[in-house]
């Protein structure tokens, strides 16, 4: 791989960075806002939840911008979002601003959810286009990561404006990086510009007859269906966006941000008494995030996408089966406490190199071309939608339904998650990326 494409991908993965980053930090900004201004429960949980109801509204029109004006300008787009958004919640005179603030964020994390994945799988050669897009899944849980380490260092002075703020930072390197960057020489060829969509495609691709074999298989898929929502009407278009949206929503519902946003409650209950313990537990949680995500880059375009789902899949649920069966029992103390523990550890070790990663890569690979951006634009809204459901009730679930319940259903649903995969998803490794959305469409006819 040329360094340039590497390069490439490092500034559209900034994009999942802020993901990572503004999804992360409401949990410890949220306490000292709360004590600013006195917010009410309802206020409270909704400076929470305004994030994810902007994601659904950035999500659901990024691929409409990324048809217009291109995939580089819509990210770059998403990184003005972001300044805008920070900015805005950082200065604050009061809780309604704030709001305001957070929902424009998540209109920019609803933007680069759909824009990053899909410009990286458009920009990387064939061979390496899993462990470039699993780059950006990387991002997001350094973003997270970051984020947890941000609220822990500023959280003896309260400084929330300060951990809001931060996230200018790397907008604006994104911002500042993308004026730089190439446009997908697919969206080229897409508006007809083959020249230059040429230019680019060898920028990318070192060998020249890969180029040419690039081109055919661009112009297949340019002929497989309309453009956008009209694209519905090819059948071949429909069994992909049945795929891309179960994807997107099993990523959700089988648990993952009850962990990720609600982990130190989870330890408490698990028998980590201290507040600070706790905090401490959900950044090794972080940590493992993160590093786990180097499995995927390392091995999924040499193993392949479908071999690491089963793997990761199979230890979420014995991990899910572990963390229910220690809560249905009537006292967490001792070995049954470091067995809950380490479940928690065990399951984000697996979605990281799994689920995490692997989803945001085929919901860029099942589409054909003209459809590609449509197609990952309600992907993705499917998966915030899941996203919101999951983490809005989730404490009230367990309330209702018990521990052991709540995460044995998560634990079923890796099961589901897994005969998804066998029947309906198509092995990508090392496919020219309009090859899969012929593939796709030779299995639906
Ligand atoms: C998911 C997020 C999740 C993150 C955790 C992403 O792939 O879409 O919802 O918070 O992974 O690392």
Redesign the pocket.
Known sequence: MRPFVLLVASVAALGGLLFGYD?GVISGAILFINKDFALSTKLQEFTISVVLIGCMGGALVAGWFADRIGRRWTLFVAGIIFIVGAIVSAFTPDEYVLLVGRFIVGIGIGFSSVVAPLYISEVAPSNVRGALVSLY?FA??VG?LAAYLVDYALASGGQWRWMLGLAVVPSLVLVIGMIGMPESPRYLFKIGQDERARDELGRIVEDRAEVTQEETSIRESLKLAAAGPEALRTPQVRVALFIGITLAVL??VTG??TV?YYGPQIFQMAGVSSNAASILAETLVGTV?CLMTLVAIFFVDRIGRKPLLYAGLAGMFVALSALAYAFSQAHLSGSLSTIALGSMMLYVGCFAFSL?PIV?LLISEIFPLPARSFGMSVSTLA?WVG?FVVSQFFLTELHALGTPLTFGIYAVLCIVTIAFIRTMVPETKRELLEDVSLKVSAEAT
């Open positions: 999804t899944q997001i849980t997270i990523q959700q993952i941000n990720i995030n995490g945001w998966n996203n």
